[in-house]
């Protein structure tokens, strides 16, 4: 029995060899084809993605603005020192600046510092519909400086992106909002996920 | 070779069968090194692997990315809540009265309201849920609107032209009826009931994940009773006919007066105190000096004998304070004099507390 097993092993090896799997190469070049074929497609879809991304970045970089100006207003302000933080959101140039007033009532090395949301999201094109000045007070609460009474809505959009992305702010509670328009018409939709 | 090796002569005729197919087999192999490749079965049982280690990592990921969406959001919710506590303490610590009716007395239209009465009534503020829960843009289940003046950048009530402003200030609360016991509320026309008015609130919050620890906070009208009598004076109490007296009876004890555009009014009202150790009763002897709006100049003296506080009409920075007409002086008791222009000079004497309707002053 074992002699007879032992004969017919290497005829058994011979058929498994035949049938062996896919090679490195093979294996390789395969991976490489559906990246290729991957990337071609991505490619065509990746323009409003990335756009749409740094336009979310950008919207993540003011709400993170806002947020700190409100939280250093709070934190940093005596109750009863007259002394406000005021943060510009610049239309042309898209920075966001932070400044107290009176001047130096507290020290400037608290503000936040002043970016430019086009350098920080990587956006050259983005844009701001308006230029935006918040007050925040030592309570944590805003208001705008152009009297406006109610919640102020500061929309970031990009020209290769059709959405556009809405940062609003609650006056007087500061509630900091992020919302989306699709069509850029439409009311910014601040549930939407 | 077999033969003197002992060790293998003695194996199992299985044994010695397998070694022979696993040589044949790697000396094939080198041979055969070019043609050699992976089989479908050891690609699949590699790619389950990957797929497995894969599958737990991306699983540690996306815990980590909703546990730190989570935290993010419970820190979003309290502070919004935080801040809007803050901001109903300092309203009602202004307030003179607050209720909660079971329908909005005024033109905002909300529903479970808690509506906070400014002193002289130069400001309502209602808090309160719309119909419509949560109103669009709004996650809710239920947000808590303000409806009333709004603030200006330096945090006081924008009062001019009654315009009254209704917005959304909380989100995601669980539940209606934040308003859980209210203390003293509703009486602004009861002159004996010059009590502080107090309110306990508690805000259940949800968030995505679930219900959250409910914010509990109280609230106090801090300047009652000073205020009660400009209150409601201003609310048509019926102060002249009630006991004690008014002030231009013959027990006060007061030097030249002109009150002619003013309203005075005497209070005693008692408490309990405890002195030289038993208990005692302190009575508080009050005069009560209400100015109308646009009175022109007046002189008001108070009474050595009383604590004497004057009302007045207008905000306090409208106000010009010093000690005379003209004067580079402080006001102190002895001489004070306020004006909020040329419809309202009033030079004042022996005087204890200037009550203005956003803030008052101890002499």
Redesign the interface.
């Known amino acids: 029995m074992v002699h007879a097993d032992m004969r017919k092993s290497p005829r058994r090896l011979t058929n498994r060899e035949k049938h062996m799997g896919y090679s490195l190469i093979e294996l390789l070049m395969v991976i490489a084809l559906i990246s290729v074929l991957g990337s071609i497609f991505l490619r065509s879809q990746s323009s409003s993605f990335v756009n749409y991304s740094k336009l979310r970045l950008a919207a993540a970089e003011l709400s993170g603005a806002i947020a700190k100006a409100r939280d250093t207003a709070a934190k940093n302000i005596p109750v009863d020192l007259t002394c406000n933080v005021v943060q510009t959101i610049d239309k042309a140039t898209t920075n966001v600046t932070t400044a107290v007033s009176p001047a130096n009532c507290i020290s400037t090395t608290l503000l936040p510092n002043s970016i430019n949301l086009r350098d920080r999201s990587g956006s050259s094109d983005l844009s701001i519909d308006q230029t935006t000045v918040f007050t925040f007070r030592a309570d944590g609460m805003s208001s705008n400086a152009d009297a406006l009474l109610t919640d102020q809505t500061i929309l970031l959009s990009d020209p290769r992106s059709t959405a556009v992305i809405c940062v609003n702010l609650t006056i007087p509670t500061a509630i900091i909002r992020l919302g989306l328009s699709k069509s850029g018409s439409e009311t910014c939709d601040y549930t939407a996920k | 070779m077999k033969r003197s090796s002992p060790h293998l002569s003695h194996r199992p ?1 299985w044994s010695s ?1 397998v070694l ?2 696993l040589l ?2 790697s000396t ?1 192999a080198k041979a ?1 090194d070019k ?9 699949l049982v590699a790619m389950v692997i990957s797929l497995i280690v894969i599958h737990a990592m991306a699983h540690i990921m996306v815990s980590e990315v909703k546990l730190s969406r989570s935290f993010e959001e419970y820190s ?1 919710i309290k ?2 809540t ?3 506590a ?2 109903m303490q ?1 309203e009602i610590s202004n307030a003179s009265d607050l209720s909660v009716p079971t329908t909005d007395p005024t033109t905002c239209g909300l529903n479970d309201p808690l509506v906070i009465i400014g002193p002289r009534r130069l400001w309502t503020i209602v808090y309160g849920f719309a119909a419509q829960n949560p109103p ?4 809710g289940p239920k947000t808590l609107y303000r409806c009333g003046p ?6 006081n009530l ?1 009062l001019s032209g009654s ?1 009254s ?1 209704k ?5 995601r609360l669980s539940l209606t009826s934040p308003w859980d016991t209210v203390i003293n509320s509703g009486d602004l026309a009861n002159l004996s009931n010059s009590l502080s008015r107090g309110i306990r609130i508690q805000f259940n919050m949800q968030s995505t994940t679930g219900q959250l620890n409910p914010y509990i906070f109280g609230a106090r009208s801090a300047i009652n009773p000073l205020y009660a009598f400009g209150d409601q004076v201003a609310n048509g109490s019926t102060y002249l006919t009630t006991a004690p007296s008014a002030c231009d009876d013959a027990s006060a004890a007061r030097g030249t007066t002109n009150i002619l555009s003013s309203i005075c009014y005497q209070t005693l009202t008692s408490h309990q105190i405890i002195y030289e150790g038993a208990p005692a009763t302190e009575i508080d002897k009050r005069q009560h000096f209400y100015i109308e709006p646009n009175p022109g100049t007046l002189t008001i003296t108070g009474s050595p004998l009383f604590e004497d506080i004057v009302y007045l009409p207008n905000l306090k920075n409208t106000y010009t304070i010093k000690n005379a007409d003209g004067g580079k002086g402080v006001c102190t008791r002895v001489n004070c004099y306020v004006s909020s222009g040329p419809n309202e000079k009033v030079s004042l004497q022996n005087i204890n507390y200037l009550i203005f309707p956003d803030a008052q002053i101890g002499i």
């Open positions: 005729a069968l022979r197919e044949k087999k094939k055969n043609s050699q490749g992976l089989s479908l079965i050891e690609l979003n502070d919004a935080i801040r809007v803050a901001m300092k669009p843009g709004w996650t709004a603030y200006d950048a330096n945090g924008i315009q402003v917005t959304v200030v909380l989100d």
